[in-house]
């Protein structure tokens, strides 16, 4: 019998043989690897896991650091571990709701019984550097879901208990930090002194955890005031509120008590009651003639723009829509990124002069030829379509730049109508892990890519860094400039989008880098409980996904 174990590290691309048993801290201390800002986390087999774990068997190892997004999300999950701990040390009675990003952090809600000060954030934060510089070991135990459930009973975490009873799963992982248990459904660092940097600032009512930037890991992601997007957040409480949902926990719950229909229903109301109210804010201001939709990648921006042009016409208006995709500049004048290739994503792979010129013209009652753009030529040619707008027009432009002044800098504030569409906010596993809304965005896009471009799940995580890189460049810096915003994430969402997102993850193959995130997404769906999508309006977002709208894509 072997008394070793042969491990591949990619890292240095070499194979080495260790004691069997060792941990993953101790291999990668023996393999003699330098990271500036880890390790934080190892693939095993393409799945992440903590450092902590003892090898038994040979495997292909992968250790990342914090300028990986799962060393990132390591690092955070651990910071979320210490700040309840902290809590839980300096007010035994309260408790802590992790909830959204926000400001390039995470917002915090501390409930204690009466309004949070200045002081009280100062004693979290000053009780969680301590509990940082104790370099405290993060014990990981693997027990029956019975056990686990007991444990968060016994402490009064309802959210856990329901989120644990409604999982189905035989065996169940917990952490604890000197006798304070807790559950994430992510991977944490060993040791609290792994942590070198985090802020935690008053926020609104609440908290702000600052965490390190995911660029530059030395220094804290750049506090920005993010007011619009907040009060998307306040509106979300809103209809989780009216819906009586907060945690994945509560949902299974309904559901199983056969409520998925009612879910669905009101959810959709509450979207719809949204686009009416954003309808007859732009029919209310006077002389508006441009309504621009921006949004990213798989974000429902182009379902939003026909449910908000119909709910336009039942405000007298009529909506003519503009298409960003037709003033394309010709190929050799497209801007090119840092590999040398065209980058079509870049704000001047728009014929901006172009459209600021018909904008103007279109504004002044003139006749002009729409440009059609050829992508098989990469040329701009013309259309013989013309367009003159009548009074009761309004031009409605959808597009990932539709937010950027210089889109449109030719044309008077006063005249335009900006809108934001994102899934903005989502559903909490429990009170202390959250669920990125980019996560929905990639599932969403995953299944629709796969279902009406051919696009394999594999090959859509392959991209999605990159158009996440995108979005960082060209769109999230002017959310802030919309008039409104739109959250078109639904409660309900996930349950619906499962089965098909979970057979296209399944034939992501275990040797491809991608598997790890397939293997991620997967993971997390399992904790939902199913709903078909046969309840669905024909008129619903999702269906821009899922198929069976009415709307013509």
């Known amino acids: 019998m072997r008394d070793t174990v042969r491990i591949r590290c990619k890292n240095n691309k070499k194979t080495q043989d260790f004691p069997i048993g060792s941990s993953l801290s101790e291999i990668f201390s023996g393999l003699g690897l330098k990271m500036a800002y880890g390790p934080i986390v190892a693939k095993v087999n393409n799945k992440v896991t903590g450092l902590g774990l003892r090898l038994y068997r040979s495997a292909d190892i992968e250790y990342l650091d914090m300028l990986t997004p799962s060393g990132s999300r390591t ?31 995470y917002y915090c809600d501390l409930h204690i019984g009466r309004p949070i000060t200045h002081d009280d954030v100062g004693a979290v934060r000053r009780r ?18 019975e056990e686990a459930v007991k444990v968060f009973e016994e402490r009064g975490t309802s959210s856990k208990v329901k989120l644990l009873l409604s999982t189905g799963s035989i065996y169940t992982v917990y952490y604890d930090l000197d006798g304070y248990a807790d559950y994430y459904y992510g991977a944490l660092l060993t040791h609290t002194g792994q942590m070198h940097l985090f802020g935690l600032e008053p926020y609104y009512e609440g908290m ?6 995911t660029k530059s890991p030395d220094v804290l ?27 994945v926990g509560d949902f299974n719950d309904i559901v199983a008590r056969g409520g998925a229909s009612l879910l669905v229903n009101v959810s959709e109301a509450l979207q719809e009651k949204k ?28 379902t939003t723009c026909k449910r908000l042009s119909i709910q336009l016409v039942c405000n007298g208006l009529k909506p003519v829509m503009l298409s960003l995709d037709d003033y394309f500049v010709d190929r050799e004048e497209t801007p090119k990124d840092e590999k040398g290739d065209f980058d079509f994503e870049h704000l001047h792979a728009l014929n901006i002069p172009l459209l600021n010129k018909q904008l103007n013209a279109l504004l002044a009652g003139e006749e002009v030829e729409l440009p059609k753009y050829n992508f098989q030529k990469g040329r701009s040619e013309r259309s013989g379509k013309m367009l003159k707008m009548k009074p009761t027009d309004i031009l409605v432009i959808e597009g990932i730049h539709a937010l950027n002044p210089e889109l449109t800098a ?12 994102s899934a903005l ?22 299944v629709r890519d796969e279902k009406y471009r051919g696009v394999s799940a594999c090959e859509t995580i392959r991209r999605w860094p990159s158009v996440r890189a995108g979005e960082q460049k060209w769109i999230f810096p002017f959310q802030e400039n919309a008039d409104d915003m739109f959250n078109t994430a639904m409660i309900y969402e996930l349950a619906v989008i499962k089965q098909q997102a979970l057979r296209a993850l399944e034939r992501v193959p275990q040797n491809r880098e991608e598997f790890s995130e397939a293997y991620r997404l997967g993971k ?8 078909t999508g046969d309840d669905l309006p024909l008129t619903s977002l999702l269906r821009e996904f899922l198929g069976g709208s009415t709307f013509k894509y």
């Open 410 to 421: 030719q044309i008077p504030d006063e005249q335009k109508y900006k809108v934001y569409a």
């Open 524 to 531: 997390f769906l399992h904790y939902f409980a199913d709903i």
């Open 221 to 247: 992601g750049e506090m920005i005031r993010q007011d619009k997007m907040f009060s998307i957040f306040q509106e979300h409480h809103r209809w989780q509120n009216i819906l009586g949902i907060s945690t």
């Open 75 to 105: 690092y955070t999950r651990t910071l979320f571990f210490v700040l309840c701990k902290a809590v839980h040390d300096i007010f035994p009675n309260g408790s802590v709701v992790i909830d959204i990003p926000v400001s390039n952090g």
């Open 275 to 302: 686009i009416a109210k954003i309808a007859e804010d732009i029919a209310s201001r006077k002389g508006v003639r441009i309504v621009l939709i921006a949004g990213p990648s798989s974000s429902g921006k182009t």
């Open 425 to 446: 906010t989502t559903i909490l596993l429990d009170n202390h892990n959250y669920i990125p809304t980019t996560d929905n965005r990639l599932l969403r896009r995953i």
């Open 128 to 145: 969680m550097q301590e509990i940082i510089d104790a370099d405290r070991p993060i014990r990981r135990h693997e027990c029956t879901t």
């Open 208 to 213: 702000l955890l600052r965490i390190p930037s």
